[in-house]
């Protein structure tokens, strides 16, 4: 059911022709909503505004939504909405068990990309924004009713396991007793050994002909240097409660054995061209080429993504493609896009979008990076966020400051600020729901019956009421335009609005069905805040 507002909305449009734009009163005496619609029409019409306002208000029939609406100042109409229309909608979202998420008539099927760390190195803040950020879309969407499917684009492939394979042979490293710190560590010192050496640099470019080839040996070890960086993020996904499984992870490698027939496809469709010894594509309004191989004959991180493209389409199925990565990628997806598309691969039913993200700052407002200039691991960002809070509230911290801005804005890491329990913080609105918790809970002691919502006579109960009320649209919002902060700002306001209600409206002082309808309102506002944390990913503890 649309929400109380754009009920009411349709209604004002189909008597004035035109959209009310209603706007929050500025006071409770003025009613729930206002609209200027009879003074823009009034110019149209060359008539007096409060004329134009009268009429409307005369043939519009809402008395089953508001009061009787006033015509106000140079002739606003001011609008209330009916208490117990308020109430009723209040209770049946408590009895909804989508929390008043409307599910989608149309279910899509939604590929998400994201997180997608590299093999053999450990997972850094960009990679924590993708994950986060990544599992939010996630959990809107299937919240939606529609079906994800999560693809985790590993880097699994590629020139560095030449490298990193003879590097281990060269010092007869056991690849089952390392770990993916370790493994980072053997990239260094890979890395370090094929600048300083000309023959190891060549016998690494021959251990990526002999990986390519299906060499047996090279495949195990490259098998063994996957697997335990899965392991390895496996560990960090599981420390960062989101929803990444084993079948998530779709990495470069699986789309390996296509891209042979992608090129000729392209090639043979007088798409693909040769360009100095490289097949590229060039697209229109893009200055550099797509390459599809390089002029060694490699293939390298365009054409897989071309390849990821068409599979998810023919194979997966996807209505609609979202790439959570960060905007440093902007050029290379909008040119992915354009390609497929010109190829017929990715066909105009299709949505696709790259949803770019900013930097995470340190203190000093410049890239974080550790002392010795490196990336900052993210378990050391974790780790560094539970030194301020508990584990699962420092966890609501970083997700929250990662989601609470428009994500291509840079945000600074600031472990005090972002754990405090007062201000625009997750660890807020957890204490916000730990609260609504222990009065449900000493309102249940006390034999006290919770709703259902029937007195609503108070503005603040009106305001909580109405803006609970509006749960379904903030979520509708955030699953079309993959905006989080607008949810995180719903959120806020929600713990806010309560916060007035508490301190106005006596809830356990109160008696007979305004204590139970008090009650019923601290319900519904524990149940959207639950729901609300758990889709940003955070856990609603019910006590803090
Ligand atoms: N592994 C890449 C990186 O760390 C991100 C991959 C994103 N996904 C994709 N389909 N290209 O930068």
Request: net charge negative.
């Amino acid at each position: 059911m649309p929400s109380l507002p754009s009920q009411l909305a349709a209604r004002i449009e189909a008597v004035a022709g035109v959209d009310p734009e209603l706007r929050p009163a500025t006071k409770p005496q003025f009613g729930h909503f206002q609209s200027n619609v009879a003074l823009r029409l009034a110019k149209a019409e060359g008539r007096p505004p409060r004329e134009v306002a009268a009429d409307i208000v005369a043939r519009l029939d809402i008395d089953d939504l508001c009061e009787t609406p006033d015509v106000a100042g140079p002739g606003f109409i001011n609008l209330r909405l009916r208490s117990d229309v308020l109430a009723a909608a209040v209770n049946a979202q408590l009895a909804d068990e989508h929390a008043g998420i409307a599910q989608a008539q149309t279910p899509q099927r939604v590929v998400i990309d994201y997180s997608a760390p590299n093999a053999a190195k450990q997972m850094h803040v960009g990679h924590l924004r993708s994950t986060i950020i990544g599992d939010c879309f996630h959990r809107v969407l299937a919240a939606k009713g529609h079906t994800v499917i999560a693809q985790n684009h590993i880097g699994d492939w590629g020139r560095q396991f030449g490298m990193l394979i003879e590097q281990a042979l060269d010092e007869g490293l056991d690849l089952d007793a390392l770990d993916l710190a370790g493994a980072e560590e053997l990239y260094q010192r890979a890395n370090a050994h094929i600048k300083a050496d000309d023959d190891f640099a060549a016998r690494s470019r021959d251990r990526v002909v002999a990986l390519q080839a299906g060499d047996e040996t090279t495949g195990r070890m490259w098998d063994k240097l996957v697997g335990l960086s899965k392991n390895g993020f496996n560990q960090t996904y599981a420390r960062m409660n989101v929803r990444l499984t084993d079948a998530d992870y779709a990495g470069e490698s699986i789309y390996n054995e296509m891209l042979p027939q992608v090129c000729a496809d392209l090639e043979e469709r007088g798409i693909a061209v040769h360009d100095q010894g490289a097949l590229v594509v060039f697209v229109d309004g893009f200055d550099a080429p797509a390459i599809l191989r390089n002029s060694q004959g490699g293939y390298g991180y365009d054409v897989t993504d071309v390849a990821a493209v068409r599979y998810r389409v023919d194979e997966l199925g996807a209505d609609r493609l979202i790439y959570v990565v960060g905007s440093e990628q902007t050029y290379h997806f909008n040119l992915i896009f354009a390609l497929t598309r010109q190829a017929g691969y990715l066909p105009e039913r299709v949505e696709a979008r790259h949803v770019g993200y900013g930097m995470v700052l340190g203190p000093d407002g410049k890239k974080f990076s550790t002392r010795e200039g490196t990336a900052v691991h993210l378990d050391d960002l974790l780790d560094e966020a539970e030194q301020h809070a508990a584990p699962q509230i420092a966890l609501a911290a970083i997700k929250y400051a990662d989601l609470s801005n428009a994500l291509q804005k840079d945000y600074v890491f600031d472990p005090e600020r972002m754990t405090a329990t007062t201000g625009d913080t997750g660890p807020y609105l957890q204490y916000a729901h730990a609260r609504v918790c222990q009065i449900l809970r000493r309102a249940e002691a006390e034999g006290h019956r919770t709703g259902p919502v029937t007195v609503i006579d108070e503005p603040a109960e009106q305001e909580l009421a109405l803006w609970l009320t509006r749960f379904g649209e903030a979520v509708d919002e955030v699953a079309a335009e993959l905006t989080p902060h607008k949810l995180c700002t719903y959120l806020f306001e929600l713990a806010t609005k309560y916060s007035v209600f508490y301190e106005k409206c006596p809830v356990l002082r109160s008696e007979g069905q305004v204590l139970s309808s008090r009650l019923g309102l601290c319900a519904a506002t524990r149940q959207v805040l639950a729901a609300g944390l758990d889709l940003l990913g955070m856990a609603a503890p019910e006590r803090m």
